[in-house]
């Protein structure tokens, strides 16, 4: 096991929301960053995005937020260009409907890809490494993991002792944060109005991140 992939992910036990989600989210904003600065005129990576016919919607729209416009225009100009010439057939209906099923049918988005592998790596960490004291202390102290990487580690574990001090731990984690949540809507009752927030202010936040995933923000 790669050891600068444990203290990754020990490091990462530290922060806000899933731990998983965590990395893929820095991981996938650097990817980005060096994507447009470094690999958008390599050729061959240039093929790939123009075989794919780009990326998916969501990481499309990621892309956009990133404030090199030069590399997304060389990009999208290139996509235009086989889009107009070589997709789409305005005398051939038959011929446009194959080529665009043709894409579409080997179409891999180079960011899913990239996020899969390091989501793949680092759940072999978590899961291969959850018997060690020092992971379960550290994961004990965070928010552990969202529904979907829970799930993931289920399935991957074997050992049934491993799996029930892992739901152990989960459980108590969503007891506690059930409690803040009540806590939370409570204080929206106007008999009690006049309380201030404590840790609960931020429950509901947590709570998304803790079903749906991704990175927590403020």
Known sequence: MDELNYLNL??????????????????????????????????DTRLRIRKDLGFCGTHARMLQKNENCLGQGIIYQDLVETLHSHVIFPADPKKTRKAIDKIYAARKCVFCEHVGEIETRYLEVFTGS??????????????????????MALRTWKDSKTISLFLESESAKLRELDGELKEFVRKFDYRYSGEKFGKERDSWIRAIGKISGGKVTD
């Open 10 to 43: 020990l490091d990462s036990l530290r922060a806000e929301g899933c731990p998983l989600c965590h990395i893929l989210s820095e991981r996938l904003d650097k990817f980005i960053y060096n994507f447009l600065d470094e690999t958008v005129t390599d050729v």
């Open 130 to 151: 959850f018997d060690k004291i020092e992971l379960r202390d550290a994961y004990a102290s965070s928010q552990g993991l969202c529904l979907n990487h829970m799930a």
